[in-house]
T-cell receptor
Framework: DAKTTQPNSMESNEEEPVHLPCNHSTISGTDYIHWYRQLPSQGPEYVIHGLTSNVNNRMASLAIAEDRKSSTLILHRATLRDAAVYYCILRRGGGNSGNTPLVFGKGTRLSVIA | GAVVSQHPSWVICKSGTSVKIECRSLDFQATTMFWYRQFPKQSLMLMATSNEGSKATYEQGVEKDKFLINHASLTLSTLTVTSAHPEDSSFYIC???WGGGSNEQFFGPGTRLTVL
């Protein structure tokens, strides 16, 4: 799997938007961009994923650069419950890719200040 | 969304004993499950892939005789840490992929193992 680069940590004020960047310059054409987050002492949870177009769901938005070499996870209004480690992961798509494991990098630790 | 459970959520054991951790997919079937280990302040490290009806696939550096994996059914995988030692103390997390063409994976809540 291609590598991703994320800042080690970020800080946000509560109720403000947060933009979490991820660089993936070696992404291949069939790689999906996945975001998971891990709250303290819990297993990771799925946030969002996309291939080329920007994606929105109830948790967040994913903005993907036109060249796909970077992406940004957007939390529209950070709450204290959003404090977690956010992982940007590339995963090859197609075929039986659902049965392949996720490979985690170091992620970005997001702190939310009240 | 789909739910993956783990049992126990935490366990403390003496050095030299064996500990079994269960991972269950509660409302979907999973022919494949994954086991991860996470040390404090570190990321998740993949240990092995558990396959229903066949042997598990271990990552390089993970001792298959120490970390026994059994995928007994389409909803249950177990990880047994044999002859546990203090360095095995860690947070163990399992995951299962959701079928139906989705790439989403569901993770269990984790099991914290402390070996005294």
């Amino acid at each position: 799997d291609a590598k991703t680069t994320q800042p080690n940590s970020m800080e946000s004020n509560e109720e403000e938007p947060v933009h979490l960047p991820c660089n993936h310059s070696t992404i291949s054409g069939t790689d999906y961009i996945h975001w998971y987050r891990q709250l303290p002492s819990q297993g990771p949870e799925y946030v969002i994923h996309g291939l080329t177009s920007n994606v929105n769901n109830r948790m967040a938005s994913l903005a993907i650069a036109e060249d796909r070499k970077s992406s940004t996870l957007i939390l529209h209004r950070a709450t204290l419950r959003d404090a977690a480690v956010y992982y940007c992961i590339l995963r090859r798509g197609g075929g039986n890719s659902g049965n392949t494991p996720l490979v985690f990098g170091k992620g970005t630790r997001l702190s939310v200040i009240a | 969304g789909a739910v993956v459970s783990q049992h126990p959520s935490w366990v403390i054991c003496k050095s030299g004993t064996s500990v079994k951790i269960e991972c269950r997919s509660l409302d979907f079937q999973a022919t494949t499950m994954f086991w991860y280990r996470q040390f404090p302040k570190q990321s998740l490290m993949l240990m092995a892939t558990s396959n229903e009806g066949s042997k598990a696939t271990y990552e390089q550096g993970v001792e298959k005789d120490k970390f026994l994996i059994n995928h007994a059914s389409l909803t249950l995988s177990t990880l047994t840490v044999t002859s546990a030692h203090p360095e095995d103390s860690s947070f163990y997390i399992c995951s299962a992929p959701w079928g139906g063409g989705s790439n989403e994976q569901f993770f269990g809540p984790g099991t914290r193992l402390t070996v005294l």
